[in-house]
């Protein structure tokens, strides 16, 4: 006997909604949220490009009107025919010095990165020793400290008297001008690690070397990778101190070379060669900052 009407009514599956399912908000919310970001990524990148014109447009300004010599302030022109000279071969003369500009700045760049990365690992091991232990940091805080206030020119003389004039005092200043800010912000960083994560490693049984590889030094890596930014920064502003002797081939060496005979148009165009490669370097540093810690600047 077939079920009544009732029953067949409390049994029936549920019925399918009448009309279409709609997708929800959130992919729409987040295109509108990336349209604002790019279309502030675009004014501050038309602001940049107008600030630059009319920095250049001063300066081709500034040129016309001879209000100074061209031995003080060489003309946009100048700077661009240095450029070409020095970045082949011209008349049986090989760039400049019997080197290009693009390997003057590689060989500068070589040594910036051995001698400033040396001082990297000397200043992250220095900076976990002083924050994890205290008496670590007494003895070694007065010393960071005094390097740090040194100007790199202020020990160079002695780091040649030490190793002679070849590439061991060029390694040797990079390397102490770039250890301190990476040894003052580790440290730092370390010993505000937060308590509540160290007491609550600690309470599962983690030895003192878990919790600082694995808690310490994750919450502590935003404020290194700055520390190291500043250190390569650092590092950087030193390489024609580090390239005064002895210098060529370098970028550094090339200014000062270039300064001796009062080739001011080519000691701009070096000058304009660190700044660009200093800025793509810094870049490359923030974009591998956002990668290790993306959680920087958030809450």
Do not use: C
């Not at 060989?107 to 008496?135: D, Q």
């Not at 002679?164 to 010993?191: R, Y």
């Amino acid at each position: 006997m077939p079920p009544s009407p009732s029953v067949r009514e409390r049994t029936a599956e549920p019925a399918e909604p009448a009309g279409p399912v709609t997708p929800g908000p959130p992919a729409a919310a987040g295109g509108a949220r990336r349209r604002p970001e790019r279309a502030a990524l675009l004014r501050r990148t038309g602001l940049r490009v107008l600030a630059l014109a009319v920095l250049l447009g001063l300066w081709q300004l500034v040129t016309a009107l001879q209000l100074w010599s061209p031995v003080l302030v060489p003309s946009p022109a100048a700077v661009w025919s240095a450029l070409l000279e020095t970045s082949g071969t011209h008349d049986g003369v090989r760039g400049y010095q019997g080197h290009t500009l693009i390997e003057h700045l590689g060989i500068s760049l070589r040594r910036i990165f051995v001698g400033a990365g040396a001082g990297v690992v000397a200043g992250l091991v220095a900076g976990v020793l002083m924050g994890t232990l205290p008496w670590v940091r007494v003895v070694l805080e007065p010393a960071v400290a005094f390097l740090r206030t040194l100007p790199p020119l202020a020990y160079f003389s002695l780091l040649i008297i030490w190793f002679g004039i070849d590439e061991a005092p060029k390694l040797w200043l990079l390397a102490i001008a770039a250890m301190p800010p990476v040894a003052v912000a580790t440290a730092s960083a370390v010993a505000s690690a937060p308590t509540a994560l160290v007491e609550a490693a600690r309470a599962i049984g983690a030895r003192r070397g878990q919790v600082v590889t694995s808690v310490v030094l994750p919450s502590a890596l935003p404020e290194i990778l700055v520390g190291v930014r500043l250190a390569f920064g650092i590092a950087y502003s030193s390489v024609v101190a580090a390239e005064t002797v002895n210098g060529l081939p370098g970028i550094g060496g090339l200014i000062r070379d270039a300064q001796r005979y009062n080739q001011s148009d080519t000691v701009v165009l070096g000058l304009f060669a660190i700044g660009l490669s200093g800025l793509l370097i810094d870049a490359a540093l923030r974009l591998l900052a956002d990668r290790l810690a993306p959680w920087r600047g958030h809450t």
